[in-house]
């Protein structure tokens, strides 16, 4: 079974602060994608990240960074000096190569930043 | 490019009537995934089409229905609404199946109200 777990329902730090979010996951495919997405008040899912299982290379992006660690099945999301513009809900995702464009999503972690 | 089109953005329908919601891929995408997302159950797959075929279903009753038409403008209807179908609905875009996806991209949603 495909299951996606972000512990953190609710973050709030300050304007400049770093913050982490944490996502775990659970599936039987060799072979899946984990994907992270941000969901501002407008309501669309807006794309952040895309992770094959077989490349485990951390990613940096501006003030965004990636952390996957297969072994711990953990997939996390850091923030660099946090903007208010970062509020957001944010979503952890997973398919699976034998569940075509099937996304399994966590239950989202929602940051506030404040200035 | 455009990105995907939603419409409508807002519904107010009353139990028991029918509504038909659609999706504009983005151009080149054969893909159109369809989510329903509540505070209750989060985000939850609805149904995928690709090439006007429907690929995988989620765990929905059939009242709940798709399409996709030849230009990969998707509908989706449900009939007989219940109160519980309140919900924003997402529509998702992907220009492949599986190995060959890279990412979906989401409309911003039509938020449905049933009275």
């Known amino acids: 079974a495909q299951k996606v777990t972000q512990a953190q329902t609710e973050i709030s730090v300050v304007e400049k602060e770093d913050v982490t979010l944490d996502c775990v996951y659970e599936?039987?495919?060799?072979?899946?994608?984990l994907f992270w997405y941000k969901q501002p008040p407008s309501g669309e899912l807006v794309f952040l990240i895309r992770r094959n299982s077989f490349d485990e290379q951390n990613e940096i992006s501006g003030r965004y960074s990636w952390n996957f660690q297969k072994s711990t099945r953990s997939f996390t999301f850091t923030i660099t000096a946090s903007q208010v513009v970062d509020s957001a809900v944010y979503f952890c995702?997973?398919?699976?190569?034998?569940?075509?464009?099937?996304?399994?999503f966590g239950t989202g972690t929602s940051l506030t930043v404040i200035p | 490019k455009a990105g995907v089109t939603q419409t409508p953005r807002y519904l107010i329908k009353t139990r028991g009537q029918q509504v038909t919601l659609s999706c504009s891929p983005i151009s080149g995408h054969r893909s159109v995934s369809w989510y329903q997302q509540t505070p209750g159950q989060g985000l939850q797959f609805l149904f995928e089409?690709?090439?006007?075929?429907?690929?995988n279903k989620g765990n929905f009753p059939g009242r709940f229905s798709g399409r996709q038409f030849s230009n990969s403008r998707s509908e989706m209807n449900v009939s007989t609404l219940e109160l519980g179908d309140s919900a924003l609905y997402l529509c998702?875009?992907?220009?492949?199946?599986?190995?060959?996806?890279?990412?979906?991209?989401f409309g911003q949603g039509t938020r449905l109200t049933v009275v």
């Open positions: 599936t039987r495919d060799t072979t899946y994608y």
């Open positions: 995702a997973l398919s699976g190569v034998n569940t075509g464009n099937q996304f399994y």
């Open positions: 998702a875009s992907s220009r492949g199946q599986g190995i060959m996806n890279t990412e979906a991209f």
């Open positions: 089409y690709f090439s006007e075929t429907q690929r």
